[in-house]
C-alpha cells in the first residue's frame, strides 16, 4: 500500500495538464515526461519539482520574506481608505490579492503591475487605467483554462491562447531582463529547478503561467468567501474581532508624528498561532466552498479497499464536496456556515475528511504563504473597518457558473458594498503589520497538525 500514490498516481496527469494549458515545446514536454511518475527513482523534473519548491514556502526565511512583502502591500492600499467607499466586493479583493500576492513573489520587475496583465488574467478587474478595448483581444487566459486544460484547437479557445501568449511573453522579458534575481526564494528556486533541467527559457515564462494559475486564482476567491462570511454573520465577526485584538499593540506618539497620532501594530507571526477563530474559519470557508476534484490515473489494475477494482488506464475522481458535506462527519449543519466549527476543543470523526488544501503527496505546498495572506488581509480588514450590502442585505450567493477546475470557485454575481472606518479607528491612525522569523506552521490540514504534534 505504500507504493499507492504512484499506483494511482497525479503526476503523469499533473504533466499533461501543463503542457495543455501552458502550450510549452516537444523539448520541454520531453523533459516533462522523463521518469514522470518516479518509477525509475527520484529523478527527472517532475518528480523532484516539489522538493525544489518547498523550502521557500515552508515556514522559515524564505516565505517570512514574502510575508512581509505581502503584509506591507496590503497594508498600503488599505491605507488608501480613509472615508466611506463603495465599490464591489470581489472585484476589489482580487485586485489587492493579485497585487500583493505577485509583488512578493516576482519582486520589483513584477509583470503584474502592468494592468493590462492583470486583466489579461482576470478580465473585469476594474482599474481606471487599463484599455478597455483590449479586453475584445485577451479577454482572460483564467476563464478559458478548462478548454486549454482539455487540449482544445486554438480556435476553441482564441482569446484565453491570446491572453497566454501575452503573459508568456512579459514573463520572457521579465526572466531576460533578470527579475527573478530581485524577486522571492520561490521564484528564484522555480527558476534554478528548470534551468538544472534544460528547460528552454520561453518554456520557462510559459510554466510561470500555470505558476500565476497556482498562486492567484484560489487565494483570492477563498479571502472574499471569508471576508463575506465575517461580515454577514455578527457572531463570527465579533469573535474574531475579540480575539485579534489581543495581538494588536498600540505606541502613542507624544508629538505627533507626520500625520498620525498613534500607531497600531498587529502582530501576525503571533496572530497565525493566537486566533483558533479566525483560523477555524477559514477552515470552514475551504470546507463549504471547496469544489476541487481529485484526480488520479490507475497505472495498473488495483483492488481498491479490498472491494473495488480499478483498471489500468481509468481515472479516478474524487470530489471534495463528497468528503466536506458529509453530515456524519460534520454534523446536521453541514450545509451552514459554522466558524467554531475547527476549534480545537470540536471534535470530529475523521480529521482527514478535511481536504481544503489537498493531502498526502500531493498537499499543496503553498498553503502557508496562502493561508497568511487570507489571514492578514481577513485581520486588516475587519479590524479597520464595518461593511453594509448595498440594500442593507446580505445576499445569499451561488457558483452555479463555476469550471470544473476551479477549486474554490468566485461568485456568481459580485457584491456592492460600502466600506466604513470603525468608530474609534480614525484616519491618524497608523497600522503596521509585523511578521517576526518564525518555523511556526498554522494547523491548517491534518498533516499540518500532525507535524506539530511530533517532538522536535
Not at 26 to 44: M, P, Q, S
Not at 130 to 147: N, P
Not at 233 to 242: H, Q, V
Not at 296 to 316: C, I, N, P, S
Request: hydrophobic letters at 35%.
Amino acid at each position: 500500500m505504500s507504493d499507492q500514490y504512484k499506483t494511482l498516481a497525479f503526476p503523469p496527469l499533473q504533466a499533461k495538464l501543463a503542457m495543455n494549458v501552458c502550450g510549452s515545446s516537444k523539448v520541454a514536454n520531453d523533459i516533462l515526461n522523463t521518469n514522470v511518475n518516479g518509477d525509475e527513482g527520484f529523478w527527472g523534473y517532475s518528480i523532484t519539482h516539489y522538493k525544489a519548491i518547498h523550502p521557500p514556502l515552508f515556514p522559515g526565511p524564505g516565505l517570512d520574506a514574502m510575508n512581509r512583502v505581502m503584509a506591507q502591500k496590503i497594508t498600503s492600499s488599505l491605507e488608501r481608505i480613509q472615508s466611506s467607499e463603495v465599490f464591489r466586493l470581489f472585484d476589489f479583493i482580487k485586485r489587492e490579492v493579485t497585487l500583493a500576492t505577485t509583488d512578493s513573489v516576482y519582486g520589483d520587475q513584477n509583470p503584474f503591475k502592468d494592468p493590462t496583465i492583470v486583466e489579461s488574467f482576470w478580465y473585469a478587474c476594474q482599474s481606471e487605467q487599463f484599455d478597455v478595448h483590449l479586453l475584445t483581444e485577451y479577454r482572460e487566459f483564467q476563464e478559458g483554462v478548462m478548454c486549454l486544460l482539455m487540449g482544445l484547437p486554438q480556435s476553441f479557445v482564441r482569446e484565453s491562447f491570446k491572453a497566454r501568449e501575452l503573459l508568456t511573453k512579459r514573463f520572457v522579458k521579465y526572466f531576460e531582463d533578470n527579475g527573478h534575481e530581485e524577486g522571492s526564494a520561490l521564484i528564484k528556486a522555480r527558476y534554478e529547478h528548470s534551468i538544472e533541467h534544460k528547460i528552454p527559457l520561453e518554456d520557462i515564462a510559459r510554466f510561470e503561467t500555470a505558476g500565476a494559475i497556482a498562486i492567484l486564482t484560489n487565494t483570492s476567491p477563498t479571502c472574499f468567501w471569508l471576508v463575506y462570511h465575517l461580515y454577514s454573520s455578527p457572531s463570527a465577526l465579533g469573535d474574531c474581532r475579540k480575539e485579534l485584538g489581543q495581538v494588536l499593540s498600540e505606541t502613542s506618539h507624544g508629538i505627533r508624528e507626520g500625520s498620525f497620532d498613534k500607531t497600531i501594530t498587529l502582530d501576525l507571526t503571533q496572530a497565525k498561532t493566537s486566533c483558533p477563530t479566525l483560523l477555524s474559519s477559514l477552515q470552514e470557508v475551504l470546507r463549504l466552498h471547496s469544489v476541487g476534484i481529485s484526480t488520479r490515473l490507475v497505472m495498473e489494475d488495483h483492488v481498491l479497499a479490498d472491494k473495488y477494482l480499478l483498471k489500468k488506464g481509468g481515472t479516478v475522481m474524487i470530489p471534495a464536496p463528497v468528503q466536506h458535506r458529509e453530515a456524519a462527519t460534520w454534523g446536521e449543519n453541514v450545509h451552514s456556515f459554522d466558524h467554531r466549527r475547527f476549534l480545537p476543543n470540536e471534535k470530529r470523526s475523521n480529521p482527514v475528511a478535511f481536504r481544503g488544501f489537498g493531502g498526502g503527496t500531493t498537499l499543496c505546498p503553498g498553503r502557508h504563504f496562502a493561508s497568511t495572506e487570507i489571514f492578514a488581509f481577513t485581520a486588516l480588514m475587519i479590524l479597520r473597518f464595518d461593511m453594509q450590502p448595498s440594500g442593507g442585505t446580505w445576499k445569499e450567493l451561488t457558483t452555479n457558473k463555476a469550471s470544473l477546475w476551479e477549486v474554490t470557485p468566485r461568485p456568481d454575481e459580485d457584491l456592492t458594498v460600502s466600506l466604513v472606518p470603525r468608530p474609534g479607528f480614525h484616519a491618524d491612525i497608523k497600522w503596521e503589520v509585523l511578521v517576526t522569523d518564525s518555523d511556526k506552521m498554522m494547523p491548517i490540514a491534518a498533516e499540518d497538525v500532525d507535524a506539530l504534534r511530533q517532538p522536535n
